[in-house]
């Protein structure tokens, strides 16, 4: 489906229902803003009570503590919001229990992936801080300079990978809202294979309508995209099982046609 044509089914499916998914959205924003506030307000005093080392560790540790928060205080909320966008397109979906069970288990793996890549994102930072103050090099600082520049393409390609994973699990949030009965790490597989090929589309959907997250059509418009590739996925996992059996049927009656003529 287009964007064009995405964006228009997607106003049409959420007319009449703007404040159901607009309440949602805004629960959600609030706990974003509370926890953004509690870390810069965190930060300000262990700043001025602690020192560096100290105040960074507490504060990491304060982070991963409100993030966990953030993770479980939303699981309801985002389930809400899911539920009430596959309802608008009129597709059917799983019970509120079964779905948070899923979630939790699905933020819990983000958290994970996220974790990993925030350590390989300060880790390549903290290499090209390395090689322009160190004097390990027996050559001239040019290389040096040199060496520190490679961590740009780095991080590039480590922040385009990170929105990838976040539209992966933006897919996978969807799936384990109509398919609760399967695991949530073989749900976000899924989404992996299902957006094999279109999760291009998907990061520049996503980035392009950035300014837009409290939109109730942007969030109407992921759930819509998502529900509709995972109908377009399953119909071509149908059509390329079926050729695999003709085609696998017409070999064996081939071969007990040979076999015959011996």
């Not at 949602?24 to 020192?51: D, Q, T």
């Not at 019970?95 to 992936?113: C, E, N, P, S």
């Not at 801080?129 to 520049?149: E, H, K, P, Q």
């Not at 059509?239 to 695999?244: A, D, G, I, K």
């Amino acid at each position: 489906m287009k964007q064009n044509a995405l964006c228009r089914f997607s106003k049409s499916a959420v007319k009449g229902s703007y404040i159901k998914i607009l309440m949602p959205i805004l629960g959600m924003a609030g706990i974003s803003i509370l926890r953004v506030s509690v870390e810069f307000i965190g930060a300000y005093f262990l700043c001025s009570y602690f020192y560096f080392y100290e105040a960074v560790l507490i504060w990491c540790a304060l982070r991963f503590i409100l993030h966990v928060s953030h993770a479980l205080l939303s699981v309801g909320i985002r389930c809400n919001l899911v539920k009430r966008c596959i309802f608008n397109i009129s597709l059917p979906c799983g019970y509120d229990r079964a779905i948070r069970k899923k979630f939790r288990r699905l933020y819990f793996i983000r958290g994970l992936m996220r974790f990993l890549f925030n350590v390989l994102f300060v880790g390549v930072l903290l290499f090209g801080a390395w090689c322009i103050g160190t004097n390990s090099f027996a050559v001239d600082s040019v290389y040096r300079l040199m060496a520190a520049f490679q961590a740009i393409p780095a991080v590039m390609v480590l922040v385009w990978l990170k929105i990838r994973l976040s539209v992966y699990f933006l897919g996978a949030e969807v799936m384990c809202a109509v398919n609760p009965d399967e695991g949530a790490l073989k749900n976000f597989f899924k989404s992996v294979k299902m957006l094999s090929g279109t999760a291009g589309f998907a990061a520049v959907l996503f980035v392009r309508n950035i300014f837009r997250l409290l939109s109730p059509v942007f969030a109407q418009t992921l759930v819509t995209y998502f529900s509709v590739r995972h109908i377009e996925w399953q119909y071509q996992e149908k059509c390329n099982h079926e050729q695999t059996n003709i085609h696998g049927k017409h070999k064996r009656t081939y071969e007990t046609g040979e076999l015959s003529q011996t």
